[in-house]
């Protein structure tokens, strides 16, 4: 699947509207900006966790009607403002979701939900198939038969494996080596497939390493346990982490650590508005999209900027690298940037930690430590 944009295939009807193509298209572009006024109801899955509850915000920011749907297995249900709709199940509940959907009058999904440790997919391989892969089928299953037209997925980088190129193009082969990376593609592959049979069109946004939290302190990172370079160093910062380690001083990079596209959860969060807008815009399209800044900073450049940021000096511990680590994992962002009108405000290192580490401390205090 490396086509960036794909052109959905109208399932045949009795071939034809009436109308003269000039018509057709005034009608078109009546009815699209009829539907482009009237802002529609989104349900948010995983709207309780990490990403999930900074879409919810930038969608109700934006004058979206809001609906959530979180397990609470690993978001919270703070997380979720008091005036946003919210509905505790499962996304494989399909009579629950699908009166979700009815109910609230949904057009969209956006969907967060699923598990997202990449080690532990390599040990428990059947959860993340399980829950990325099987789930999100009921979930495709219940927007098809309610007939909600948009789509929106999370998907990832990892979907790339160990790439052949950097930076990362859309076009570069899709390779996987371990079953989260495999979970997110292959439900890539279930929404090309379903919109190709139905009246739905998808986004799949690949994000490559988010994190920060929203500038206003509403929401952040969360996650007991979380694996994040950003948020395990300023955990470290805060004393809640006795060291972080640093896991390969070998990689073919400047200074022999790992490098990595950061990108603010903020400005991925308004790319996922901003995709939604064009689903709306050109239902006959469909988008594989990139979501980095296209530049990257090793784990050294980063924990300097913890450093620098909070004037302390994290105890880092040197270790052996990580199996499927590859040397550099930056992205191609042209496509994204010359498909959206995507302006990305936060993307400085410096910003990113100081974001992450005024969450941190807000958390401190939400969970009384």
């Not at 009436?18 to 078109?28: D, F, I, R, T």
């Not at 001083?249 to 603010?264: E, M, N, S």
Request: proline content about 5%.
């Amino acid at each position: 699947m490396n086509n960036v944009l794909l052109r959905r295939q109208e399932p045949s009807s009795d071939g034809g509207t009436g109308l003269l193509p000039s018509q057709e298209h005034v009608a078109a572009k009546t009815d699209r900006a009829k539907y482009m006024s009237e802002k529609p109801t989104v349900l948010v899955t995983g709207g309780a966790g990490y990403i999930g509850s900074h879409a919810v915000l930038a969608l109700r920011d934006a004058g979206y009607g809001v609906v959530v749907i979180d397990n609470l297995v690993t978001g919270f249900r703070w997380a979720v403002p008091d005036d946003v709709a919210f509905v505790q199940g499962d996304i494989a509940d399909q009579p629950l979701v699908q009166q979700t959907l009815r109910d609230h009058g949904v057009k969209a999904v956006m969907h967060f939900a699923g598990s997202v440790v990449v080690p532990e997919s390599v040990e428990n391989p059947l959860k993340y198939y399980h829950n990325n892969s099987a789930k999100t089928r009921d979930l495709i299953e219940s927007v098809v038969t309610v007939g909600v037209p948009h789509f929106i997925f999370s998907s990832t980088a990892a979907t790339y494996g160990i790439p052949e190129e950097s930076p990362v193009k859309e076009t570069t082969p899709q390779r996987p080596i371990n079953p989260y990376g495999m979970s997110k593609l292959m439900t890539e592959y279930m929404l090309r497939d379903v919109s190709a049979a139905h009246a739905m069109n998808f986004c799949a946004l690949r994000y490559f390493n988010v994190a920060g939290a929203d500038p206003a302190g509403r929401t952040g990172q969360s996650t007991a346990g979380a694996t994040h370079l950003i948020k395990v160093a300023v955990e470290a910062a805060l004393g809640k982490r006795s060291h972080v380690s640093v896991f390969g001083a070998d990689f073919d990079t400047p200074d022999g650590t790992g490098v990595r596209d950061y990108i603010h959860v903020t400005d991925l969060a308004a790319a996922h508005v901003l995709a939604l807008e064009a689903l709306m815009a050109k239902p006959e399209q469909n988008y594989l999209l990139n979501c980095g800044y296209g530049r990257g900073f090793s784990v050294l450049e980063v924990l300097d900027a913890v450093d620098r940021v909070t004037n302390l000096k994290i105890d880092r511990r040197m270790e052996g690298r990580r199996a499927g680590d590859p040397d550099a994992l930056i992205s191609d962002n042209r496509a994204i940037m010359g498909e959206f009108p995507w302006k990305p405000q936060y993307a400085d290192l410096d910003q990113i930690v100081t974001h992450a580490l005024a969450w941190e401390r807000k958390l401190t205090e939400i969970r009384g430590e």
